[in-house]
């Protein structure tokens, strides 16, 4: 049984930062991509980065590039993500997600992804 396992969240003033870690168990899990979405109350889930680990090309939503940075370790099955300047409307849960084989849906939907972990509360007071 494949499990992903978050931590790292927490409370911060706006302009803070936080590292998310993500990481995934089970005998022969082996990811094509890992990612994080997040998920504010009330609204629906989204799209925060992804790391494609063949060629570690990375994918970010609009909002986050510049401030958070994706990465990982393919071999321990590990991701990150560097969170700098956060803002008010970072504030979410976030999830960390991961795919096993080639993308079959675009990267930034949610139904691409086939495992997904419990989440972690990231709160960016102002």
């Known amino acids: 049984q494949v499990q992903l396992a978050e931590s790292g969240g927490g409370s911060v003033q706006a302009g803070g930062s936080l590292r998310l870690s993500c990481v995934a168990s089970g005998r022969t899990f082996s990811s094509y991509a890992m990612g994080w979405f997040r998920q504010a109350p009330g609204k629906e889930r989204e799209f925060v980065a992804t790391v494609v680990w063949s060629g570690r090309s990375t994918y970010y939503t609009d909002s986050v590039k510049g401030r958070f940075t994706i990465s990982g370790d393919n071999a321990k099955n590990t991701v990150y993500l560097q969170m700098n300047s956060l803002k008010p409307e970072d504030t979410a849960v976030y999830y960390c997600?991961?795919?096993?084989?080639?993308?079959?849906?675009?990267?930034?939907?949610?139904?691409?992804?086939?495992?997904w972990g419990q989440g972690t509360q990231v709160t960016v007071a102002s």
């Open positions: 997600a991961a795919v096993t084989s080639d993308f079959r849906d675009s990267y930034y939907l949610a139904r691409a992804y086939n495992y």
